[in-house]
């Protein structure tokens, strides 16, 4: 497969097809962070082509198929779009590769979690159920769940096809429509992605797509009356600016935010596997994600020989081209973002940690927005790198001495996603659980999601979750009938 196989110019997609760019239009390089080469140009959607995708979204839930189809029917779609996205697996790939520079061995898993969102989801809105009552003897009263409405679903660049398919999956499951915008970094696979959606068998307008840049394309979604709702999953600065606008229009968000989440290491850990795990935590998918272990604290009694270890072991990841099978790393999303990531290792420096290995883009590639893997022992909590988001592979490393001081380090922070624990004391793990101020602990493994659990996080990190049960109450209403099983009297007001 090459780029040339594929659309170079991408645009929206509007009631199941593809719109021709308007003449004139702002156009966007797309560049591809392996090689710095353009991959395609994106046509930025102003407020009038947001506008038609909203109505087109708008007028499939009023007046269309969607929301009336039986849950069955609404499931067997969903589960073609499922096979749909497991049969195109390679060409997707090649797609994700080609716009976040990510490893293949992410993407495949990324690809196996975006088939598993719909499936799961279409699982869920088969079985919810409502309610019934019966307690007053003159009334029947049921309640039953109705979809919300219109969604607008913004998605990161970080794992595109795995966080949009989630927003998308959860949204239409119910019977909602959606106006989906990905990143203006990363747009070719969620557009072969939505064609994928209606090669499955979707309805014209329950899935439409826009792509541009946030302040323009995202804030045209995001800021109309006629959105019912919003699902956001990306930076905490951009979602308060979101949860503002639609707050205005008086419309409930769910965020999925920033994290600087805490990776504790105690003494008591198995320590071959609290280094596989720590390492994993913060250098996969190109330390790019925000549920990843980037403070890692460490018990003073094993800090030396850990901190070795893990130094050792960062300075042998292999990095290099991302469609490489035996690549561990490749580049990150785009230039401006190196540079940044880049820009903390000299914050650390000035602010008195060092910066045990990386800091530098990788030797060995002329072209590319490759970073080598970055380890920073911190003098403290307090450090830059250790309060603020940096997004990459940059360990902090902290040393603790008693689980009192890890979990108050762990809680001394803005954010609130996860927290990962690696120890075999039963006690210390009880205690995590109840005391870490996170919406997920992980104990003994890196991340893994269980979709029917719920997902998101405290203080900045988000507001809602995503999960079965989480996800089935925020894209439904709840309403309540009651109608009498018995003569009831009424008063006659006005009556001789």
């Not at 790019?288 to 003073?300: N, T």
């Not at 009192?404 to 006690?427: H, K, P, Q």
Request: with cysteine; glycine share 10%; aromatic share 8%.
């Amino acid at each position: 497969m090459k780029i040339s196989d594929y659309r170079r110019h991408v645009g929206s997609i509007i009631d199941g097809q593809a719109v021709a760019p308007m003449p004139g239009g702002y156009d966007i390089e797309v560049v591809n962070p392996a090689t710095e080469e353009v991959a395609g140009l994106l046509h930025e959607a102003d407020a009038a082509e947001v506008g038609a995708a909203i109505v087109a979204a708008r007028r499939a839930f009023d007046e269309g198929p969607w929301p009336r189809m039986s849950a069955d029917a609404r499931k067997a779609i969903l589960y073609a779009v499922r096979d749909k996205i497991l049969a195109h697996s390679d060409e997707l790939a090649f797609l994700e590769i080609m716009n976040t520079g990510l490893p293949i061995a992410s993407i495949r898993w990324q690809i196996t979690r975006a088939a598993a969102n719909f499936e799961m989801f279409a699982d869920v809105a088969g079985l919810a159920a409502g309610q019934t009552f019966t307690q007053n003897a003159s009334y029947l009263t049921y309640v039953t769940r109705e979809p919300k409405g219109v969604a607008a679903l913004i998605a990161p660049w970080n794992a595109p096809l795995a966080l949009a398919s989630m927003r998308v999956a959860t949204c239409i499951a119910f019977g909602n429509t959606c106006v989906l915008k990905p990143s203006e970094f990363t747009p070719h696979s969620l557009f072969r992605f939505v064609e994928l959606i209606h090669e499955a068998g979707m309805p014209a307008g329950v899935v439409n797509l826009v792509n541009g840049r946030g302040h323009v394309t995202g804030a045209a979604l995001t800021e109309s009356a006629l959105i019912d709702m919003v699902g956001f999953t990306g930076g905490t600065e951009t979602g308060r600016a979101i949860m503002a606008a639609a707050g205005r229009n008086l419309k409930p968000c769910l965020l999925e935010l920033g994290g600087k989440s805490a990776s504790i290491v105690f003494e008591s850990a198995d320590f071959e596997q609290a280094l596989d795990g720590t390492l994993a935590g913060i250098f996969a998918n190109n330390g790019q994600q925000c549920l990843a272990g980037s403070r890692i604290l460490v018990q003073r009694s094993i800090a030396d020989r850990f901190i070795e270890a893990f130094v050792a072991r960062a300075k042998s990841i292999r990095i290099g081209d991302p469609y490489d099978e035996r690549m561990e790393m490749g580049p990150l999303a785009y230039r401006g973002h190196m540079e940044r990531v880049l820009g903390y290792a000299r914050i650390a420096e000035a602010e008195g940690s060092r910066v045990l290995a990386g800091g530098r883009r990788a030797a060995g590639h002329d072209k590319g927005f490759y970073v080598e893997p970055t380890v920073v022992l911190a003098q403290d909590n307090g450090a830059r790198v250790c309060r603020e988001e940096i997004f990459g592979p940059f360990a902090s490393i902290i040393v603790f001495d008693t689980i009192d001081d890890a979990i108050r380090i762990a809680n001394d922070s803005e954010f609130g996603l996860v927290s990962y624990a690696w120890t075999s004391d039963l006690a210390t793990t009880m205690r995590c659980s109840r005391e870490i101020r996170a919406g997920t602990v992980w104990v003994n493994t890196p991340m893994m999601r269980e979709l029917r659990a719920p997902f998101g996080g405290y203080k900045a990190s988000g507001i809602g979750r995503d999960g079965a049960e989480s996800s089935l109450a925020f894209f439904t209403e709840l309403k309540t009938t009651s109608i009498p099983v018995a003569p009831i009297a009424i008063p006659r007001l006005g009556a001789n």
